[in-house]
């Protein structure tokens, strides 16, 4: 038995079942590719105080409504609105909002939901939000609840210049603060994809210290471009509208929740003489080809498919999403309907299970691997991987007893 | 750096290193006749080649956002205001003899819109010398005595609360009206105002209050809109005002039937606030006009030259000309529109300006000759107006309160009927409604744009940065000439005392003679601030002649004039003779005298420029050639040359135009003609000076009068 058994094969035996483990936990932590896109959010940002920037916040509030209509739900969109348009006293239409000069919609309507209003959109909170660092008594709807298999859109608009947006008419937001800001996002795994699409002038100019991956970013100007506004409402006295925003809205408003129009479809939508600026986008940081990507996958709520035969057999999910990838994204409506149905359900159940997940996660490596290891996924998998672990043990164990 | 340090300690003499500025300062002041003639040439250059420089005006505010709503007034409101019109014009309520008729009349038709109403009884207050009230603001204090039932004024006030608003802000319209003789424009103006008025009771957009004043014009309309801004700002707290009202039963029937009439309506008794006044307007209709088209005319110059912000006059002018269509003008020298040279002058820098342009395409600052003329006559009228510092409208109470505001006058051509009426009520109403939507869409003062410009055209403008040049060039050679004569009458004594004393002599009076002679500029110094002192107090003496009751201007002025002399002979006397007689036989004594003359000028025409930029730019124009040029009148004789005479012809004909009286003299004669030009004029002028609490009477009174002085008495000074 002794020749059997030497020192050195008892060492291999040892590392077996550690080389298993570390293999396995490698796989996961590797989140880019393991997170299934299983939910989406929308931050969506007016910074620009005064009655004369009301186009500013008309902006924001159309993509709001834009977000919402495609599926996005309240408690999933982060609105800051710089200033209140709807009351300010100079407005001729007391608690409206309009964006068109023909006044057959109020953006304003009853279910609005303002997260931060007024003096609350600092570049502070802005960047609190983003991080997810906030102070303990900020209630869970001002927080962006974001996980690894979130897309988030961020759509700002404002006043900008070259590597700045001004916030408030008193600070300003860099693009290296914007740019750390999502490397920060990224490291705590509060995004899966990230899509930045800003208003301003010399829009572009914000996004050039960005690194993170999975980052697509869009902006209305080129550096040293204004964006302009589209139309004055003469009867509001105002502007309602910026160009960029409103040919998004236009494109927007042609689809509903089932259509598949692709993110590129979108940006090669912006005609150059109308806007009076270059769109830019940046795509540099996103893998996959913009083509394939619907654009509602960012702008909407609207995931991948898992169809799953028996009803609580869903664990290898991540096979079947593989299999959803591959399959091409002009597919009935019946598949994108049965796909919906399905998308409801997931997204809840992920989003409860996550944010737990998350607080320990940076704390100590031991923890890291807990959490993997609770991670429903790969149950049957470990459970095989602790099955061999086991034999070896059993040797061991055997042989010391003897 | 090191090495030459090292090289200076081990040099044994060290060369005396001069920095490069002083060695600057000794060219300029070595050469300060050329410098001067030069500074002088392109200050008088720069000044005419202001309109060529002046820049478009542009909104400077981001909030203004003028003619961004279309208009909202319509025929329904034009026909109020018609109906007010024709209520005011009926003869009926013309037939009371105090015109209280016309302002319940007026006080009834703001009641029916909702608006709150108030009467405000105002004494008017003579302009009176305050010698101490210079710069001072407004008194509220004043004890007012007096004063009869018979003269007193009513304003009334309407005042439209802003639905949403704070009622922190206020926009102030006012149209100036006199209930015993009012002509057919006042009524017009009142009706506009209505028209207005009555939009703005049911928009949902006003931001800030809107206050609508009409003020009783019959004592003056700066008068009656002072007094209700007086009353406005200062509150009192004292009773002095109630008891007066209650002393007259015509007031008090006025005040009682309106409550009896309406009650329950927002009538009050008590002086009605809105907030704080973001800007206001003042609407007058002009009676006749030879206009043939409509014009609207915008006067802007408040006390002491200030102006209001530019954006409030751009927004004017961009909602007049684009979209009401109404020709803009602003005040022009009609004299000047004419003058051949000024035209000959204008098509030089225009082919000069194409020549550039052919040399170079990128400059553009050629302007046809037509508009330089009329630029230059726009900015002379600005300059003319800024220096007298006297406001051209009740616009310029206001500006005492800081708040912005302009006189708007417009003039239609005139015709009776009815579609034309309605014409320019429609589109007066709408400029005024244009104006005040653009004002209620401001956050804050009017702040972004210049308060310090000229303007050459309604469109143009030169701003501080620019027209300051031509001044600063015009009193550049000031100090060097000063510090040049120094130095020349301190060498030149030095040379003459060297070569006339012999070496032994020299030894134990030199250094005590050093120390005298450095000194000597003292008794210079004495002098001119004797003949300062001299102008201080000429500049007092107007406060107890006004105290002589019925007295001509004429006589006044002679008084004055007597008075003065009378009163430089004594301080001379007492002052400066003891010390005079000991240094007149001094050679130079002049030119340290000019020296001193000049140095003060120098610190006159900086302190003015900075309270009032225009007088101080035309006292430069004319004191500074007379100080440079000033040279006793014998030296010259005595030299004979061309050169002399030449020199002596200009300081004779410069120590006549720049005496204050004749300056004036021949300024009215420019403009209107030397017919009517009379003696009493300048006592008349001087009068509404001070009455204006304007800066030009003291820079005259105490910089120019004894710049003067001290000028002609180098001219005859014996040497």
Redesign the interface.
Known sequence: METFINPKSLFHLLLLPCLLLYSSIAYNSSPVEAAMHTNNWAVLVCTSR???NYRHMANTLSLYRTVKRLGIPDERIILMLADDMA????????AQVFNNENHRLNLYGDNVEVDYRGYEVTVENFLRVLTGRHETAVPRSKRLLSDEGSHILLYMTGHGGDEFLKFQDSEELQSHDLADAVKQMKEKHRFKELLIMVDTCQAATLFNQLQSPGVLAIGSSMKGENSYSHH?D??????VVDRFTYYTLAFFERLNIYDNASLSSLFSSYNPSLLMSTTYYRKDLYKRRLEEVPVTNFFGSVMETIHTDAAYKALSRRNSGRFEDEMSLDQSVHHIKRRMLIKVNDGDEIHDINPEGEEGASKCPWSTFRNKFQKAENVDSLLNYGLVAMIPLLVISTWLVQ | MAETKEKSLSDEKPKPRVRPIVRLGIFLISHSFHVSVVCCTAGVLALFLLPVLAKNTYISE??L?PG???PMLSNQHVSDGNRLVKDLTNPNSKSSETGIESHKIIAQYMLDLGAEVSFHKFHPQMNQFHPLHFFSSPDSGKIQENYSCSSYGINTVGIIR?????GKEAIVLVTPYNALKSGFGEALSLGIAYSVFSLLTQ?????KDIIWLVADSQYGEYAAVAAWLREYQTPKFSSLSTPNAEMCPDVNNLFELKGHSISGSKFSNSFRRAGTMASALVLKVRDQNEQFEDTISIYAEASNGQMPNLDLINVVNYLAVHRQGLRVNVEKLWSLLNSSWLKSLGEIFESLAKVAKSLYPKWKFGIPATEYVEGTATLASSLYYQALGVPTGPHGAFRDYQVDAITLEISPKFSLDKVWRNDILLRGGRLIEGVI?SV??L?EKFHQSFFLYLLTSPSKFVSVGVYMIAFAFLIAPLPMVAASLYVDANSSSNCSKGDSSTPSAITDTDEHSIAIRSWRWLNSAKLVFIVHLWGAIVSLLPYFISQIPDCSPTTSFMIWVLLSILSLLTLNSVLASPLACAKATQEKEWALVKSVTISSVFIGLGLMSVINFATAEIGALLMVPMCLLAQPLKLDVRAGTLRSFCRMICNLVLGHIAFPPAALFLLKGMLDGFGNANVGDFWMWVESLWAWNSATYLFIGMVQLPCWVLCISILFHTC
């Open positions: 005064f009655w004369f009351c300010n006293t100079r407005n001729k239409y007391p004055l003469s009867d509001v006295g105002v502007s | 981001n909030a956002m961004s709503a279309s802003a639905p949403h608003g704070d928009v949902t957009w006003l931001a939507r209620n869409n956050l």
